[in-house]
């Protein structure tokens, strides 16, 4: 069966330290990985997303940068975090070639900048 | 893709009341979809509706689309203290990216 994995699901970190959040994905091949953040009581807003390895659209400038080294591995990650990358992080995917685009969202990321 | 916009932002009803929420949005799609989200959880795909499709039902969802408005309508019927989260729709004009608006907020009273 298909399911994506998300960690760690919350996250304390200091102003300046550095951020690795990771998504995997299972049962699929060549998925279409999507990066989000959501601040509190609002909208998703889309970071960054990837049709394959190695590819990386960003939609957003950010302290914030993606990875994709393997198939179904997504890494958000940052040098130096700032306090207004505090948020809820979602990892999702959708299948390559499918017939209809669903996106299928990771259980999420907490992360609190202090 | 494109952003499709939630409307209204906060929505509350008591149990067993019928809850609308509605979504606009500005280019031809292929599909529009409509996710819940659970306080403090992901999204969950609820129900998709194509271009060619005016009306869609699933369990006590139903959705409405109308493309010469760039509309679309929610409807949880008999709604559930179960049914509180937020709604997002996602219009898909055959993109790779899925841009959400920022949704409608419902609490269903007991």
């Known amino acids: 069966s298909q399911t994506i994995h998300q960690w760690p699901a919350t996250l304390v970190q200091p102003v300046g330290s550095p951020l690795s959040l990771e998504c995997t994905v299972e049962?699929?091949?060549?998925?279409?990985l999507y990066w989000y953040r959501q601040a509190a009581g609002r909208g998703l807003q889309l970071l960054f997303y990837?049709?394959?390895?190695?590819?990386i659209s960003s939609e957003v400038p950010q302290n914030l940068s993606a990875s994709r080294p393997q198939d179904r591995q997504f890494i958000l990650s940052s040098k130096k975090l700032l306090l207004s990358d505090s948020g809820f992080y979602l990892c999702?995917?959708?299948?390559?070639?499918?017939?209809?685009?669903?996106?299928?969202f990771g259980a999420g990321s907490r992360l609190t900048v202090l | 893709s494109q952003q499709g916009e939630e409307d209204p932002q906060a929505l509350s009803i008591q149990e067993g009341e019928n809850a609308t929420m509605n979504c606009s949005y500005k280019?031809?799609?292929?599909?529009l979809q409509w996710y819940r989200q659970n306080s403090g959880r992901g999204l969950v795909h609820l129900i998709l509706?194509?271009?060619?499709?005016r009306e869609k039902h699933s369990g006590r969802l139903r959705v409405t689309l109308d493309t010469s408005k760039k509309s679309s309508s929610l409807l949880i019927t008999a709604s559930r203290a179960a049914d509180t989260a937020s709604y997002f729709c996602?219009?898909?004009?055959?993109?790779?990216?899925?841009?959400f608006g920022p949704g409608t907020r419902l609490s269903v009273l007991p």
């Open positions: 999702a995917w959708i299948p390559q070639g499918a017939g209809a685009n669903v996106l299928t």
């Open positions: 049962g699929t091949s060549n998925p279409n």
């Open positions: 990837s049709v394959g390895i190695g590819q």
């Open positions: 280019t031809s799609i292929n599909n």
């Open positions: 509706i194509r271009s060619n499709e």
């Open positions: 996602a219009p898909d004009n055959y993109g790779q990216n899925f841009v």
